[in-house]
């Protein structure tokens, strides 16, 4: 059976030039060097302490703020950036939602690390289908919550399994609370099992049992450091009310 390889698509251009991950207090700096260790361009990882403070610049395209106390702060800082027109993302417990463009819902502080890198890898990394920044703002800007949900799955099935696993996860109830979807899929381009055009039918059923009001995008990436036969799904699914999801 022949089969038709992904291919690639041309890099992206106009990258915007920063995005800015700010750890609120000494207790983010664990979390904040674990965002250095991942070396991506266009991206700085910085721990503030008294008097914390932080201007946004105009090179400023979106920051995200992390705090395991020192919520006040937190939300102050985050207040200036969102009012300067900066995407304004939060990871932290109390936070004033007015302050913010979106705040992580169901996630604990030991998640942090993951779920940033899962925000800021389809917009700083060439993927085979098109994603940017204006996609992530477009899917964030003023959703107030958002989670993200990642399955990894090696094997013949591997896409259909993993976009099963998800499917489970999202309740119906869940569902009826997103209202924008960001849909990544990650494979290691140099492995022994390259992804293939067929394995897409699972997205593309995946895609057409979803409510019509919501808003979707997805992207295809190659990622080295999964393992050779295998594929992460990954979405961002935001929405004002998921946090009662």
């Not at 609120?24 to 979390?31: A, L, V």
């Not at 965002?35 to 991206?43: I, L, Q, T, W």
């Not at 020192?70 to 300067?84: G, L, M, P, Q």
Request: hydrophobic residues 40%.
């Amino acid at each position: 059976m022949n089969e038709e390889y992904l291919l690639d698509q041309p890099a992206f251009e106009n990258l915007p030039t920063s995005f800015r991950v700010i750890g609120i207090g000494e207790s983010t700096k664990e979390i904040i060097e674990t965002v250095k260790s991942n070396a991506y361009d266009c991206v700085s990882a910085t721990v503030l302490t008294a008097p914390f403070e932080c201007v946004p610049t105009d090179e400023d395209k979106m920051v995200i703020i992390v705090a395991r106390d020192n919520e006040e702060h937190a939300n102050s800082i985050a207040k200036t950036f969102h009012d300067a027109g900066v995407l304004t993302l939060g990871l932290l417990d109390n936070a004033d939602l007015d302050c913010y463009d979106s705040v992580a819902s169901e996630a604990s502080y030991t998640e942090y690390p993951d779920l940033i890198k899962a925000i800021l890898q389809p917009i700083v990394t060439q993927g085979m289908i098109a994603y940017d920044f204006n996609d992530l703002q477009t899917t964030l800007t003023d959703a107030k919550h958002f989670l993200i949900k990642s399955v990894t799955r090696c094997g013949k099935e591997r896409v259909a399994e993993a976009i099963g696993c998800i499917k489970s996860s999202l309740t119906s109830s869940l569902l009826n609370k997103i209202e924008r979807l960001s849909i990544f899929l990650y494979f290691n381009k140099v492995g022994k099992q390259p992804l293939v055009m067929q394995e897409m039918a699972a997205l593309t059923d995946f895609l057409s049992e979803l409510p019509e009001s919501i808003y979707v995008i997805w992207a295809v990436y190659p990622d080295e450091s999964i393992n050779d036969e295998e594929i992460k799904v990954t979405i961002l699914a935001a929405g004002k009310d998921l946090e009662n999801g």
